[in-house]
């Protein structure tokens, strides 16, 4: 088969250990982002497959059908929004997802963000290079209120960390997460007011669907604290359109530490957030890590050669399968 691997960014995939069981294939692999339809299906005209890291690209209607030769999606993870699988079912395409993906990895880069955040690490880092000393205090995390808005798989872990560390966990979310935190011992917010008002440092851990988007609104960061920290290490549509900027401006919160963005990749620093002194940003490094490849890409590569052999695995239109 033809393989088009997209955006991957590091041309990591080659150095993996499961790129062997694709030796019998031809793999293209692209480390740039095409997201206008046309070009992307003229780049992938000649594909039998695609493999999409996680959602870093849409995979719109007018890309899919002009794709004659495509017979399989294979993607990183198990979500699938980002891809019009109504499209690819009425043109026979296969689209597999599987794998949960490591949850450590975004919680590690999570405390990365709040120490650096807090510490004042990369500003204190440059001014040594400089030739400079201590220029800033720090602000510790012990005794400190940490909000974690959803305790799913990575929230609890973020959680159990900042308990370490000494700090208070103060929850908030729908019911099976204010139910879970219940459980584990932590606080529940008395109100979505007192929860953004209470937190001094305040970290997202929702997933982005139709009901998430924008569901941090101005109003919201208008209660948190002039000395409060908002990490974001989920997905940028979790909060308003320019509401974060502005919240930012105005002084409340007073800083953030941001590692995603409305639309990625974000090339030639065109980003508001990164002219800003009281954020930190980092490139969407959440997931990305060595372990978290070698699973992710691992089962990409076994859906494609359980497809190759005939027995395609995680589908998710298996309509396709039955039709066949």
Known sequence: ?????????????????????????????????????????????????????????????????????????????????????????????????????NPHATAELTWALILAALRHIPYEVRRLREGH????LGIAVQHKTLGIYALGRIGSIVARVGQTFGARALCWGREGSTARAREAGYEVAKSREAFFAGADILSLHLPLNKETQGIVTAADLALMKPSALLANTSRAGLIAQGALVNALKAGRPGMAA????????????????????????????????????????????????????????NVVNPEVIAKK
């Open 1 to 101: 088969m033809k393989i088009a691997v997209i955006d991957d960014y590091q041309n990591a995939f080659p150095t993996l250990k499961c790129y062997s069981k694709l030796r019998d294939h031809e793999v293209m692999i692209y480390t740039d982002t095409e997201k206008e339809p046309a070009r992307l299906a003229e780049r992938l005209k000649d594909a039998e497959a695609v493999v999409l890291t996680q959602q870093r690209s849409r995979f719109p209607r007018a890309a899919i059908e002009r794709l004659p030769k495509l017979k399989l999606i294979s993607q990183t993870g198990r979500a699938t929004a980002h891809i019009d699988v109504a499209a690819c079912t009425e043109r026979g395409i296969v689209v597999s997802a599987g794998g949960a993906g």
């Open 133 to 136: 000393w201590q220029s800033t």
């Open 258 to 313: 941001v590692d995603v963005y409305e639309d990625e990749p974000v090339l030639g620093a065109a980003h508001p957030l990164l002219k800003m002194d009281n954020v930190i940003c980092t490139p969407h490094l959440g997931y990305v890590e060595k372990d978290t490849y070698e699973d992710y890409y691992g089962v990409v590569v076994d859906q494609i050669v359980a497809y190759a052999a005939g027995n395609p695995i």
